[in-house]
């Protein structure tokens, strides 16, 4: 039997779990069984799929653990293996999905290979049905889900069991109806079973002496007579109480509910025409109250409007009382004319405009003027300062990652001149050089294929001529969504008119020979707000695929 000592949950699996964790059902899938090695620069938590598959099985068997583990498990026959090999790899695939209230599905995410186990020299070897050697197993494979996971599996139907299996669901069934056949007292924990004797239902202790009568027969029979008198007086209740839909109900006809209706439906007529009355009332009153506000405030200013009249007829009898109240122009502010109010207020207003212009006395040179330098104390000065901070900001080569493209793009040789695909098109923030990286895995052994890194903007690159087929080619990547791809490699057959790409403004193309996982970095030097596409070329002169992925985007800003 594989030994598979090297089994984890993987990095897609892992995103999954996220999934479970914000609502999703964990849904197993199925277990996919290879022979392939474990891939040059991967780990079991970095695989995404089985490398080489032999064989698919459907799952027949979940059992979640208490300790947040589970166990899933298929049944394995060589019935079909015409080849022997070596069983090495052993995945288990699996998806989220979400339920709504009534429990059709609302959403589902993708597969994904959540645990992978690889036997590496460990492996066994699994013979060819035609050479006489029957095998067929039940696999059974631990992984963790987590504590609160809920698992869901449909069994495929016809699908047999093994008898071990079938052996653990019937003790599992066995307990099961252990818990039901017995009444467990939740005190003293002792368990107690049905039994009667002579008509005498009771219930007895498991294993004690301890019997609990339940009713002698006697007994049942007065409770039946009694049972059946309720019967008796109470058949045809239904019927006089009716539906809570019956209309047509009055005083002396109808069910139950057809009068409770008829009730209801009067009372809600009435309350209705009462509101409507009530709310025209309202609008009355409303009404009624600010025209009696309005006329007590007509009231009370005329009121003091004739106490005022009459305290001024009593003090000013003639013409020139009235005159001498008013003053005259030259009046100082300390005489009680209206012209002496008059200069007083003038000498007061005064006063507080002195005050005013005090304060905003050289307020001019607080704020400063456009030409002034930066650091300075104004507020342009300041101003500027902050522009010249922002403004002097630059990419600095580095190995932090900023951004990520993890899209898998592959060719095989059946496309005569490749592919290329823009893995990620952005606008620069600032001046400075980005450090970026891809990772390509070429077929070994021809050197007909290779990949390639092109980091190309508006800034940097100057093709031969404005009209030649490489501007066009700039241009169309520049302007391009990420994830675009092209029929043909970038790198010298991707021009419109044919013509051989020459490209110039430094060394921003990297290039490689067959190679397994090689990872490819370059440099792009812009400046802001130039337009930058990452793109990668990839050919393979033979029937392996070649593939390029996982692009890393890396800088600081100083």
């Known amino acids: 039997m594989s030994a598979f000592y090297d089994n984890n949950v993987t990095d897609v ?26 891939p040059q620069g991967k780990t079991t938590r970095t695989m995404t799929d089985v490398a080489d598959v032999v ?55 993708a597969e994904v290979l959540y645990s992978y186990g690889n036997a590496g020299e460990n492996a066994e070897l699994i013979p060819a049905y035609s050479t006489g050697s029957v095998v067929e197993r039940q696999l059974d494979l631990l992984v963790y889900i987590g504590n609160d996971t809920e698992v869901k599996l449909e069994i495929e139907t016809g699908l047999y069991v093994t008898i071990p299996v079938f052996n653990d669901t019937v003790e599992r069934l066995e307990k099961d109806i252990e818990e039901v056949r017995y009444i467990v007292d939740s005190t003293t924990a002792k368990k107690y079973e049905w039994a009667m ?53 009055g005083e002396a006809a109808g069910s139950v509910f057809a009068k409770l209706n008829k009730i209801i439906g009067d009372i809600a007529a009435h309350v209705k025409q009462w509101t409507a009355e009530r709310a025209a009332k309202l609008d009355q009153l409303d009404t009624i109250n600010e025209n009696a506000q309005t006329a007590s405030t007509k009231a009370t200013e005329l009121v003091e409007d004739v106490t005022e009249l009459k305290a001024a007829v009593a003090q000013e009898t003639t013409v020139e009382g009235i005159s001498n109240k008013i003053g005259a122009e030259g009046d100082a502010d300390k005489q009680p004319t209206l012209f002496g109010r008059l200069a007083q207020l003038k000498n007061v207003v005064v006063e507080k405009l002195a005050e005013v212009l005090t304060k905003v006395t050289g307020i001019d040179g607080k704020i400063g003027t456009s030409g002034d330098a930066v650091g300075s104390a104004t507020l342009f000065g300041q101003i500027k300062t902050i522009v010249d901070t922002i403004a002097g900001k630059k990419y600095r080569y580095s190995d932090t990652v900023q951004h990520t493209e993890s899209a898998t793009y592959s060719t095989t040789n059946a496309e005569s001149w490749g592919k290329a695909i823009v893995l990620y098109n952005f606008e620069a923030e600032y001046d400075g050089v980005i450090h970026v990286s891809a990772q390509f895995n070429i077929p070994s052994g021809n050197s007909g294929s290779f ?13 031969r001529s404005a009209a030649s087929g490489t501007m066009k080619s700039i241009e169309k990547c520049l302007n391009t969504p990420t994830g675009t791809t092209f029929s043909k490699y970038f790198s010298g057959k991707f021009s419109d008119n044919g013509e051989a ?30 337009k930058v596409s990452i793109v990668a070329d990839i050919y393979s002169a033979s029937t392996t695929p070649g593939t390029v992925g996982n692009l890393k985007v890396m800088y600081d800003v100083k």
């Not at 995103?15 to 996919?32: C, E, H, N, R, Y």
């Not at 979640?64 to 052993?90: C, T, V």
């Not at 219930?203 to 008796?232: F, P, Q, R, W, Y």
């Open 55 to 109: 064989k698919e099985l459907a799952l027949n068997k979940a059992t979640k653990n208490p300790d947040g583990d589970a166990i899933f498990g298929a049944i394995f026959s060589n019935a079909d293996i015409q080849e022997a090999f070596y069983y090495r790899e052993l995945g288990l695939y699996a998806k989220g999905v979400y339920y709504n209230q009534s429990g059709g599905v609302e959403r589902e995410t």
């Open 13 to 38: 699996g892992r995103l999954l779990l996220g999934d479970v964790q914000m609502g999703a059902s964990f849904v197993p899938t199925k277990i996919v069984i290879g022979k392939g090695y474990l």
């Open 197 to 249: 004797e002579n008509g005498t239902l009771s219930l007895d202790e498991v294993g004690g002496d301890i019997k609990i009568n339940i009713a002698d027969k006697e007994t049942l029979d007065a409770v039946k007579g009694k049972i059946d008198l309720i019967h008796t007086n109470t058949e045809g209740l239904s019927g006089k109480i009716g539906q809570t839909n019956d209309s047509g109900g």
């Open 451 to 463: 990949g390639a890194l092109h980091c190309l903007c508006e800034s940097s690159w100057q093709p």
């Open 501 to 530: 790409n020459v490209l110039y403004g430094g060394n921003f193309s990297k290039f490689v020979y067959y190679g397994t996982n090689d990872e490819i970095h370059s440099l792009i030097k812009c400046k802001k707000g130039d």
